[in-house]
């Protein structure tokens, strides 16, 4: 089993459409929970960072984490063609080398005008 | 300044050829680190410096060859690649050199081709 499983999509959706990515992981040592999108030849930009469980909001985006289940997720509410991109999830403990991410595949997310 | 500065941005090389590429902030960020990443595959890491000392190798061929100046500067010198080292190479910086891992920052990459 791999360390950290998202669904690599694509997904595709209409404008204005609430989407809703994923993330399971199996290490009970995560801590920090990332959101990335990464647009194409281009960088990750960092988008949502989480510690611990619990929700947090950024204007169209909230990301939630539940370490019982070992599942994190964001949501993208009023989505946007501009926010067409690949969503990694990324990971880490903490302690000596918690500056170690663990990322997940990527989901390629299309937004359809 | 909130940006990790990637030159070049695209390199074409050979197989026999030496070449550097280079990271840089000004986040004062204390760990720097490279990634490669293949297309449509996430991030690999591969050397984590912390507080300008190499704290991790993840068994990178030695063609791979990082050097930290100062604590805004990483490079990357490659020499004797192989075709399949064509990749796009990201550079981060994280705050604090263990521990944390807010703030991580990535470059935009370069994009290397060996030819």
């Known amino acids: 089993q791999k360390e950290v499983e998202q669904d690599p999509g694509p997904l595709s959706v209409p404008e204005g459409a609430i989407v809703s990515l994923n993330c399971t992981y199996s290490n009970s040592a995560f801590q920090y929970f990332m959101w990335y999108r990464q647009y194409s030849r281009k960088g990750p930009e960092l988008l949502m960072y989480?510690?611990?469980?619990g929700n947090k909001e950024d204007g169209r985006f909230t990301a939630q984490v539940d370490k019982s289940s070992k599942y994190i997720s964001l949501f993208i509410r009023d989505s946007q063609p501009s926010d067409s991109a690949t969503y990694l999830c990324a990971m880490s403990g903490s302690g000596a080398g918690s500056y170690q991410l663990t990322f997940g595949k990527g989901t390629k997310l299309s937004v359809i005008p | 300044d909130t940006e990790v500065t990637q030159t070049p941005k695209h390199l074409v090389m050979g197989m026999t050829n030496k070449k550097s590429l280079k990271c840089e902030q000004h986040?004062?960020?204390?760990?720097m680190y490279w990634y490669k990443q293949k297309a449509k595959k996430p991030p690999e890491l591969m050397f984590v410096y912390s507080y300008e000392k190499l704290s991790i190798n993840e068994s990178v061929p030695s063609r791979f060859s990082p050097e930290c100046p100062n604590s805004s500067l990483l490079n990357l010198h490659l020499h004797a690649l192989q075709p399949e080292d064509s990749a796009l190479y990201l550079c981060?910086?994280?705050?604090?050199?263990?521990?944390?891992?807010?703030?991580?920052?990535f470059g935009s990459g370069t994009r290397l081709t060996v030819v």
């Open positions: 989480t510690y611990s469980s």
């Open positions: 986040m004062g960020h204390r760990a």
């Open positions: 981060a910086s994280s705050q604090d050199g263990a521990g944390s891992t807010r703030g991580y920052t």
